[in-house]
C-alpha cells in the first residue's frame, strides 16, 4: 500500500476561471461574447425532504439494531455450519459477519468495541460471538481479490445497491478516504502527524436520482478515474442495474470511455477541454458529443446535455462522509476494504428508506 506522507499531499484545488467551450473560446473579447450568468443559490430542502431525512435515520438505525428478526437465520446457519465440528474453529456465516459490520459502522464502533458491544448482544440470546481475532479472519475472507482484469493498484471492487429493474440516470466520480483519524487540532498545533498514512480512494458509480453507490472501487490514491470507469460500469450491469445515461466530468473524457459505455446503449455526457476539436476519432458517440460541445456556449451545453445533474454524484460523498465520517479506523488492506464495503452498506440503506419514504425524488423520478 502506499502511504501518501509527501507535503504534496495537502495541496488545494481552486478554480481560477469558469468553464469554456471553443466557442465561449472563440466569441472572448467580442460583442458576442456572454457575461458570466449569476450563481444561483442552493434550493433549500423542502418540509417533506427534511422529514425523510429525520425518518429513515432512525428507522434504518432501528433495522440495523434490532437483531430479532436475524436471530432465526443466524441460529441456523450456525448450527448447520458447525454440525459435527471436531477440533476445527467455530465457523461463522455471512450474514452474521455482514450485520456486525453493519451495526458497527451504524454505531460507529471500531472493531474490538463491536466485539465487546457483540458479546452482550448475542451472548443474551445465547449465540457465542466471534473474537476480535476471528472477525479479523472473516474480514479477510470477504475482502476477497478483486476480480481479473481491473487496473493495478485496486483494493476492493464491487457492486451493491438493490436492483429493481428501473432505469437509472447515473454519474461516476471518486473521492478521497482518510487513513489517519488524527483530528485537525493535533495537525494545527503541533504539525503533521509522524507516520501519517494519507489517503485511499474511492471510486463510484452512483444513482443520481436516490443517492444510492450502485458499484464502487477502494484503490490507491495514485490510481486515475478514468481508467475505473469501464470496470465500474461493468460491475453495475453485471448486478443487473440498467443504466440509461451516465455523466462524469473531464477526466473521464477519453474515446476508450466513450465506446466503452456506447456499446452498452449508455448515454454518456462529459465535460471536454476548451481547445477540443469535433472529429469522431473512431467512435461516433466521441464525435457526436464533440460536436454538441464545440457548437454551443457552456450554459447552453449544460442545458442541452443535462449535465446540470452530475454534480449529485458530488452530494452522495458528502452525504457519506457526512453520516459515517470521512476516515476509516482499521489498518489492514482487507480490513480498510470491509470497513468501507460497510459503510456503502448502511449508506444504501439508509438511502433506500428515504426513498421508500419520499416516494418521489426533487426530480419528479419515482424511486420507492
Not at 454534480?311 to 457526512?322: A, G, N
Not at 460497510?342 to 433506500?352: E, L
Request: proline share 5%; glycine share 10%.
Amino acid at each position: 500500500m502506499i502511504w501518501m506522507t509527501e507535503a504534496g499531499c495537502r495541496r488545494k484545488h481552486k478554480k481560477t476561471d469558469r468553464r469554456r467551450t471553443p466557442h465561449d473560446v472563440r466569441v472572448a473579447g467580442t460583442f458576442a461574447e456572454r457575461p458570466p450568468a449569476p450563481r444561483a443559490p442552493p434550493r433549500a430542502p423542502t418540509p417533506a425532504e427534511n422529514r425523510a431525512n429525520d425518518r429513515a435515520m432512525v428507522e434504518f438505525a432501528w433495522e440495523i439494531s434490532d437483531i430479532t428478526p436475524w436471530l432465526p437465520v443466524f441460529e441456523a446457519e450456525l448450527r448447520e455450519m458447525n454440525r459435527g465440528k471436531r477440533g476445527r474453529p467455530f465457523e461463522y456465516p455471512d450474514s452474521l459477519v455482514l450485520w456486525t459490520l453493519a451495526y458497527m459502522e451504524c454505531l460507529g464502533l471500531s472493531y474490538r468495541m463491536a466485539v465487546g458491544n457483540l458479546s452482550a448482544v448475542l451472548g443474551a440470546h445465547g449465540i457465542a460471538p466471534p473474537s476480535h481475532s476471528r472477525l479479523c479472519e472473516r474480514l479477510g475472507e470477504l475482502a476477497r481479490d478483486p476480480a481479473a482484469g481491473l487496473p493495478a493498484g485496486v483494493l476492493a471492487a464491487r457492486a451493491c445497491g438493490r436492483a429493481d429493474g428501473r432505469e437509472r440516470s447515473a454519474g461516476v466520480d471518486s473521492t478521497g478516504i482518510c487513513l489517519s483519524t488524527a483530528g485537525l487540532w493535533r495537525d494545527e498545533a503541533w504539525g503533521r502527524e509522524e507516520g501519517a498514512r494519507g489517503w485511499l480512494k474511492l471510486h463510484a458509480l452512483v444513482d443520481t436520482d436516490t443517492g444510492e453507490i450502485l458499484a464502487y472501487a477502494v484503490t490507491e490514491r495514485d490510481v486515475g478515474d478514468s481508467p475505473m470507469l469501464p470496470a465500474l460500469l461493468g460491475l453495475a450491469l453485471s448486478a443487473g442495474h440498467r443504466i440509461r445515461t451516465l455523466f462524469a466530468d473531464g477526466a473521464y473524457a477519453s474515446v476508450a470511455n466513450y465506446g466503452a459505455v456506447a456499446a452498452e446503449g449508455i448515454r454518456f455526457v462529459t465535460s471536454f477541454r476548451s481547445d477540443t476539436v469535433p472529429r469522431n476519432r473512431g467512435c461516433a458517440a466521441w464525435g457526436d458529443a464533440t460536436r454538441l460541445w464545440c457548437a454551443l456556449p457552456y450554459g447552453d451545453w449544460v442545458a442541452a446535455s443535462g449535465y446540470g445533474t452530475r454534480w449529485k454524484c458530488e452530494c452522495v460523498f458528502s452525504d457519506l462522509k457526512r453520516i459515517l465520517g470521512e476516515a476509516v479506523t482499521a489498518r489492514k488492506e482487507r480490513s480498510v476494504a470491509a470497513q468501507v464495503a460497510a459503510r456503502v452498506r448502511v449508506f444504501n440503506g439508509y438511502k433506500r428508506k428515504r426513498a421508500e419514504i419520499m416516494g418521489v425524488t426533487g426530480n419528479g423520478v419515482a424511486v420507492a
